[in-house]
């Protein structure tokens, strides 16, 4: 499974993350973690990535987008991984479109926390005082005024991405102001028709294609039949009951081959999954007519 989560500082990004890591086996990539490394360890990227990260900036591009190939890269990421902090920018998600295309990887969801923002610096707060608490060392970025500066970068160069996934029909949005507990159970539920619509599009797509024939052949044998007026269903009473039943078992054969059949149904409540198959139910239509036709 591979996800992105999407959502201001202080949505509750890192605990989901790390509640989908046990329960998927798959690893959380963070971008915000692997700079707080680099900068501990003063790498070259540190370097670049410390000031900036201190005042509530976002570090160039380049820098997340290497990190982020690189690092999808390692074998405990094979089995799928969650991306928390990343993409942040427009640009950081075409690149990791094309990542993934380049590799013939697929992403799941884009999963977005949404919260209030009144309540986010509270919960930060709540964060620097558990963590003073347990005497971990306090992120200095986490302060009024830098949470301030971080907070209109979200929504400046992040918060685009929602329309940029619910374009793609990647986007889940999950209301973060519930408690833990049941922003966890709802990211599963979503999650879980996700996979299980996924899995019988692609059982449903080998029986409409073997539909299809069989309408093809109802369909081409009608033609035959137009064409030399020997109705192959006609019945020695000269009725022709069986063959006036091919056209609809075609078409109703057609219509469930519906083009969203062929490509997964990615989301259970998706209407455009059965604007598609209406599209499909007419193109059927239409062949119907050309075939008459001729
Ligand atoms: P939060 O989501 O709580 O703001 P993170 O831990 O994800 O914090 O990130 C901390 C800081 O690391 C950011 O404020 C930014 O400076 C830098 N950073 C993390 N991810 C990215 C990214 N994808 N692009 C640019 N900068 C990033």
Do not use: W
């Not at 201190?54 to 997340?64: E, F, K, Y």
């Not at 942040?88 to 923002?117: C, F, H, I, M, Y």
């Not at 109802?218 to 039949?225: D, E, I, V």
């Amino acid at each position: 499974m591979r996800l992105i989560l999407l959502g201001p500082p202080g949505a509750g990004k890192g605990t989901q993350a790390q509640r989908l890591v046990h329960r998927h086996g798959i690893v959380q990539l963070s971008t915000g973690e692997m700079l707080r490394a680099a900068v501990a360890a003063q790498t070259p990227v540190g370097l670049k990535a410390k000031d900036i990260m201190a005042c509530g900036g976002l570090v160039s591009d380049d820098i997340v987008i290497g990190i982020i190939a690189e690092r999808i890269e390692q074998p405990d990421a094979a089995k799928g991984f969650i991306l928390d902090g990343f993409p942040r920018t427009v640009p950081q998600a075409e690149a990791l479109d094309r990542l993934l295309k380049s590799k013939g990887l697929k992403l799941d969801a884009a999963v977005e926390l949404r919260v209030n923002e009144s309540a986010l610096l509270q919960r930060v707060e709540a964060r620097v005082a558990q963590m003073r608490e347990r005497g971990e060392e306090v992120r200095i970025d986490d302060t009024p005024e830098v949470l301030s500066k971080r907070l209109a970068s979200y929504r400046t160069l992040t918060e685009p991405l929602v329309h940029y996934y619910s374009e793609k029909r990647k986007l889940v949005t999950i209301d973060g102001m519930m408690t833990i507990e049941h922003v966890t159970r709802e990211i599963n539920r979503v999650l879980a028709a996700i996979t299980a619509s996924d899995k019988p599009a692609k059982k449903a797509s080998h029986k409409a294609a073997s539909k299809v024939a069989a309408a093809k052949r109802a369909l081409g044998s009608k033609t035959a039949a137009r064409k030399t007026g020997n109705f192959p269903g006609k019945t020695s009473s000269g009725s022709t009951k069986a063959v006036k039943k091919a056209p609809k078992s075609a078409r109703k054969a057609a219509k469930s081959t519906s083009k969203a059949a062929k490509k997964p149904i990615r989301r259970a409540s998706r209407k455009p999954a059965a604007r598609n198959a209406k599209a499909a139910g007419k193109s059927a239509k239409k062949v119907t007519k050309k075939r008459a036709k001729r």
